[in-house]
Nanobody, 123 residues
Framework: QVQLVESGGGLVQPGGSLRLSCTVS????????MGWYRQAPGNQRELVAS???????NYADSVKGRFTISSDNAKKTVYLQMNSLKPEDTAVYYC?????????????????WGQGTQVTVSS
């Protein structure tokens, strides 16, 4: 069973920093994309940052220059370094995995989500 476990959320003052981590486990055969999404109350879930298997990254315009996505393949972990945080960054942040996995002898491309971690930016 594939699992995504997130950590690193919390309360931070405007201008502060946080680093989110997402560790994946299970029968993962190949990864296409790993990414971070967020959802604020009353809003749709939106892409924050993504990293493709070839190493290319993509960021929402609202976080460019402030957030950085990275990965440690040995630890099977993807990170989101968030600097210069703003109150509008407040949301639940979700890790996403787009990968080929084996589940009950079925090998195919699947989409997985973490449980979410709350980030609150407030003075």
């Amino acid at each position: 069973q594939v699992q995504l476990v997130e950590s690193g959320g919390g309360l931070v003052q405007p201008g502060g920093s946080l680093r989110l981590s997402c560790t994946v486990s299970g029968s993962i055969l190949s990864i296409y994309v790993m990414g971070w999404y967020r959802q604020a109350p009353g809003n749709q879930r939106e892409l924050v940052a993504s990293m493709h298997s070839v190493g290319t990254t993509n960021y929402a315009d609202s976080v460019k220059g402030r957030f950085t996505i990275s990965s440690d393949n040995a630890k099977k972990t993807v990170y989101l370094q968030m600097n210069s945080l703003k109150p509008e960054d407040t949301a639940v942040y979700y890790c996403n995995l787009d990968a080929v996995t084996e589940v009950s002898r079925s090998v195919r491309r699947r989409d997985y989500w973490g449980q979410g971690t709350q980030v609150t930016v407030s003075s």
